[in-house]
């Protein structure tokens, strides 16, 4: 099914969280610390947390599958957010402990 109908501009927004893909220096590892902070930004609200993170597995699905066609590169370094969706489920329920987190991370 062609995804064609998908404004590019927000392909790119999600698939480089908020540009951040675009990092000259580890893109994928500030994406994960951004993930980290945002886990525990959510860590109250458990309905927001599997929201949020249903939105960067899935609709980063989409958006890298979508972000692929744009610049015709398979795997491009600057689609990140598996890593931020990676870091929220590997989070998910973890106590917060500095020995977890970093393990986790």
Same mark, same amino acid.
């Given at each position: 099914?062609? $995804? /064609?109908?998908? /404004? ?5 927004? *999600?698939? &480089?969280?908020?540009? !951040? ?6 893109? @994928?590892?500030? %994406?994960? +610390?951004? @993930?980290?902070? +945002?886990? *525990?930004?959510? #860590?109250? /609200?458990?309905?927001?947390? !599997? !929201?949020? &993170?249903?939105?960067?597995?899935? @609709?980063?699905?989409? %958006? %890298?599958? #979508? $972000?692929?066609?744009? =610049? ?11 890593? =931020? @969706?990676?870091?929220?489920? %590997?989070?998910? $329920? ?6 977890? $987190?970093?393990?986790?991370?």
């Amino acid at each position: 099914m062609s $995804m /064609n109908w998908i /404004n590019p501009f927000w392909v790119k927004f *999600l698939a &480089t969280f908020f540009y !951040v893909g675009h990092f000259p220096i580890a893109p @994928g590892s500030i %994406a994960s +610390l951004l @993930g980290l902070g +945002l886990a *525990l930004l959510l #860590r109250g /609200n458990l309905i927001l947390y !599997v !929201v949020v &993170t249903s939105i960067a597995l899935f @609709g980063g699905v989409v %958006a %890298a599958d #979508r $972000m692929e066609a744009i =610049v015709q590169k398979k795997d491009p370094s600057c689609v990140v957010i598996d890593d =931020v @969706g990676g870091c929220l489920l %590997a989070f998910f $329920m973890l106590p917060v402990e500095s020995s977890v $987190m970093i393990t986790a991370f």
